[in-house]
């Protein structure tokens, strides 16, 4: 196609002059991650696009890199299907490229999986503008390092991602949020709790004493939990997940450094002197605090078991993800120069 030739020709032109290449799609995460490259040039996405295969009974989609995210929705609920992992687009120019390669995931991850436990296939433009297959288009495809996984959150420093093969899942015949007035470390106990039990859980968030709770799935398995597990029934609950996905709920406004902590869902309560609201049963909370407090704050989630990054704002020089161990470090570097020889794709993105 034309859009890989060019791809291929601004690939290698990067390559011979060891230029760096911002790939970019909508540019609605353009703040997550590292800086910026201050030279070189954008790889624009938005000219490859286009659902390529979608066969609704195999729940699989095949989309070209810079098919718009609301465009693959829109298809999917055609069919009453769905993104599992709810991808957030904190723009109306998200594409499905970018969503992958951020490997940001919504509120229905803790039960639903992220977004690399979806991705079945990619095709890859590496380093040198050659063209790489990567996968498949069903679930039990790999022989060997699992590549296109590893492509979810990778920020785009490994490769051009031309196409992307995902699974996807049927839409939930009923849901309901149930709303509980409760301090943080009940709801931390209630969310272990019931994540134990076979509830419909598909969400969970606390903040400033009240625990909204999702439940989705056939219409007996969620009115059954809301007589069970008592609370107050929230009206207009899509909306409020929504607003939550997209960051749009009241706790994300204001400037004030916004940190992510990804830690066991049953670590207690973090103290940290910041505002927090907590996601995923527990496992995700995210910080309001400067990040000056950066070692204070990576060395309390690191003795919990997690690790924290700096999400958005601040100053990123105290780094916006946890530093890697030496060991792990070594094999990013490893991957890094097997796929990006000239380390031209984002660089300083990730670290």
Request: hydrophobic content about 45%; overall charge positive.
């Amino acid at each position: 196609m034309q859009a890989i030739q060019q791809f291929r020709e601004q690939v290698r032109q990067a390559a011979a002059g060891k230029t760096p290449l911002r790939i970019r799609g909508g540019g609605t995460k353009d703040w997550y991650g590292g800086p910026l490259p201050s030279s070189g040039e954008i790889l624009d996405t938005r000219i490859h696009t286009g659902v390529v295969d979608y066969e609704p009974t195999e729940l699989v989609i095949t989309a070209r890199c810079g098919t718009p995210l609301a465009e693959i929705e829109a298809v999917l609920a055609a069919q009453n299907q769905m993104l599992a992992f709810e991808p957030p687009h904190f723009g109306d120019g998200a594409t499905f490229g970018g969503a992958v390669a951020a490997g940001l995931s919504g509120p229905r991850r803790a039960t639903s999986g992220a977004v690399r436990d979806f991705v079945l296939g990619a095709t890859l433009m590496d380093g040198k503008g050659e063209v790489l297959k990567f996968g498949g288009q069903v679930m039990k495809n790999v022989a060997g390092y699992d590549v296109s996984r590893l492509l979810a959150g990778s920020m785009g420093t490994l490769g051009l991602m031309l196409e992307l093969s995902v699974k996807v899942l049927p839409r939930a015949v009923r849901e309901a949020t149930l709303r509980f007035e409760t301090s943080e470390i009940e709801a931390i106990r209630m969310l272990n709790t019931w994540g134990g039990q076979p509830l419909p859980i598909s969400g969970s968030c606390w903040h400033q004493g009240v625990l909204a709770l999702r439940l989705s799935g056939a219409r007996a398995a969620v009115d059954a939990a809301v007589r069970s597990l008592g609370g107050q029934v929230m009206p207009d609950c899509a909306s409020f997940w929504a607003h939550l996905r997209e960051q749009r709920h009241a706790f994300f406004e204001g400037d004030t450094p916004l940190w992510r902590l990804s830690v066991p869902s049953t670590t207690g309560a973090i103290v940290t002197g910041g505002e927090q609201l907590i996601e995923w049963g527990g496992a995700q909370r995210w910080l309001r605090a400067s990040s000056s407090d950066a070692a204070m704050i990576r060395r309390l989630v690191a003795a919990a078991g997690g690790h924290a990054s700096l999400f958005r704002g601040g100053d990123k020089t105290v780094g916006v993800f946890q530093p890697l161990a030496p060991a792990v470090a070594r094999i990013h570097e490893r991957l890094k120069t097997a796929f990006d020889p000239a380390t031209i794709f984002n660089p300083g993105r990730m670290f």
